[in-house]
């Protein structure tokens, strides 16, 4: 059995087919946002679409305070998976997709998705 030890957007749909495994395991990504903080959700997060992926890839990134983000800023993300979301959010019921919960430990605004000159 291969042990994944970071994912990434290259590896994304290992996590995404089953979050609940891979709870405790590391990501990295650039992530656009389309739903900018919620501090009234439990837990307090944004949520963002995988890049390159877009819609097909989503991520729930709980964060303690409100980053700043703004829907379609991008934002470089390092964390630990918390397991699938499954709280209210758009896309709990589309296809029986249960976005990925990350706690972030490192969230920084960048001008694009990988490979944008800065």
Do not use: C
Request: hydrophobic letters at 40%; charged letters at 10%.
């Amino acid at each position: 059995m291969h042990v994944v030890r970071r994912f990434t957007a290259n590896n994304w749909g290992t996590l995404e087919a089953n979050p609940d495994v891979y709870a405790g395991t590391q990501v990295s990504f650039v992530g656009q946002v389309f739903s900018p903080y919620e501090g009234a959700a439990s837990p307090p997060n944004i949520q963002v679409f995988v890049v390159p992926m877009g819609a097909g890839a989503v991520a729930v990134v709980a964060v303690g305070s409100d980053p700043g983000a703004k829907t379609g800023d991008y934002v470089a993300v390092q964390g630990t998976v918390l397991g699938g979301f499954r709280g209210k959010g758009p896309f709990e019921s589309a296809e029986g997709m249960v976005p990925v919960l990350i706690q972030a430990t490192s969230l920084v605004p960048t001008s694009g998705p990988p490979g944008t000159p800065q």
